[in-house]
């Protein structure tokens, strides 16, 4: 089914990323576990592959394959180890705001590093007392000069104890357009990252606090305008953190579909394979069949971003049909592996861990059935996938799913267009929870 959406260079990064996993992530995974903290080694060595650049030009030493191939990276990844593609798509996430709102300037500065796995970016948005709500938050940025002073605390942050450029959202003024983004090196002076909570699952992945206690940046680290704010938030969210999530999700479905069918093969009951009894199939079954349908709207909806085409409901679905029965699948592995998945030399219940980690990010599976429903009832307003299409079709438009090499002046594309100007209107956009 994939391959209707997938073409030879797709299964090509495919095969090459799947042959990573297993020599590099696959060892190193009991480690992780017992360990329960951010693998900082593996972290900076998948980075080094090239794939946290899967969507940035060519022009600036990415891969410029697009959204498809990053649900590729990011899914295979994810097959072997969640934490490692969870790790991938919050840097994948954290470049995003450059591609869209930074200046050519920024975009030269950063985005080679990102690509070439020397930067790994952030993104830092929730507060402790606003959580989803992003207008709640009350961490400040104040002009002073042509600095910014920068006081607030962030949490959940994906890579924040990896991370070396954070994109910190902080109020500069009051209301929805009182919300600006700016880019903070890790090692500024005025930058702290709290110490790493021991979580469900995810281990080896992390998702932390950041503290800025009279962070002073300049002004030239501003992304986009004052008041831009609320766009890189949610837009970030809505093109990159929804579909990243989606590939997580579905790269755990899989592992959950491969490691049942291969216990079910092997267990005896009755003297014949375990898979020989009919209600063994019939689940079996519908985890395949629930496997099935995720990649289908998974697919599906960054196929339609690749294209610049309206896609917010499609990558809406997408995370809750994938989160959801993701779930599912992983509590039916449960059922059908009995007393044998509550012990940990068997990787099905960390599946079931690292699949409740998916659910929260880039909006409940709750916060996507409320904007379905405000689509449903015409009450939707705007979308982002088309509001920023012609940014993302150039993220799209050349890409050779090859590593990131120097960039040949004689066929480098145009200089790609400030994305901006295009999202004046951006404050109407619903939040995305």
């Known amino acids: 089914m994939h391959r209707y959406f997938t073409d030879q260079r797709h299964e090509a990064l495919r095969h090459q990323v799947r042959d990573f996993a297993e020599r590099e992530v696959r060892p190193r995974i009991a480690e992780m576990e017992a360990s329960r903290t951010v693998c900082h ?10 794939w946290i650049g899967a969507t940035v030009h060519r022009a600036y030493g990415g891969m410029g394959a697009g959204h498809l191939a990053k649900t590729v990276i990011i899914e295979e990844l994810s097959r072997v180890s969640g934490a490692m593609g969870a790790m991938v798509q919050a840097s994948q996430l954290g470049a995003a705001k450059i591609i869209h709102f930074g200046s050519e300037e920024q975009k030269k500065t950063w985005l080679p590093a990102i690509a070439a796995g020397e930067c790994l970016p952030t993104i830092a948005v929730t507060e402790p007392q606003s959580g989803g709500h992003v207008l709640g938050m009350t961490g400040r940025a104040v002009r002073d000069g042509d600095d910014y002073v920068l006081n ?81 938030a949610y837009s970030s969210s809505v093109l990159y953190g929804r579909p990243n999530l989606t590939a997580v999700s579905l790269g755990i479905h899989q592992a959950v579909l491969d490691e049942t069918a291969r216990f079910c093969a092997e267990r005896e009951r009755y003297g014949k394979p375990l898979a020989n009894l009919g209600n063994i199939k019939i689940k079996l079954g519908r985890i395949q069949s629930r496997l099935l349908t995720a990649r289908l709207a998974a697919y ?39 007393a044998c998945g509550l012990f940990t030399d068997r990787p099905v219940e960390r599946y079931l861990r690292d699949a409740h980690h998916i659910s929260a990010p880039a909006g409940t599976s709750d916060i996507q059935l409320l904007r379905l429903g405000e689509l449903a009832l015409g009450t939707a307003k705007g979308e982002w996938s088309s509001r920023l299409s012609d940014v993302v079709r150039l993220e799209a438009s050349d890409g050779d799913m090859s590593l990131p090499a120097e960039s040949d002046p004689a066929r480098a594309p145009a200089e790609p267009a400030r994305s901006a100007p295009l999202l004046r209107e951006r404050t109407e956009l619903q939040p995305t929870g």
């Open 300 to 338: 599906h909806a960054v196929h339609l971003l690749d294209r610049g085409l309206p896609c917010d409901a499609e990558l809406m679905n997408a995370k809750l049909v994938n989160v959801e029965s993701a779930l599912e699948s992983a509590r039916d592995a449960m059922d059908i592996h009995a």
């Open 41 to 50: 080694e593996l972290s900076r060595l998948i980075a080094r592959q090239g």
């Open 152 to 232: 607030g605390r962030k949490i959940y942050v994906g890579n924040s104890h990896v991370g070396d450029l954070h994109g910190v959202v902080l109020r500069t003024g009051a209301g929805s357009s009182g919300l600006s983004a700016f880019l903070v090196e890790a090692d500024r002076p005025g930058v702290r990252v709290g110490p790493q909570r021991q979580a469900m699952g995810l281990h080896g992945f992390s998702f932390g606090e950041l503290f800025f206690d009279d962070c002073r940046v300049p002004a030239a680290n501003l992304l986009g305008r004052e008041g831009d704010g609320l766009a890189v």
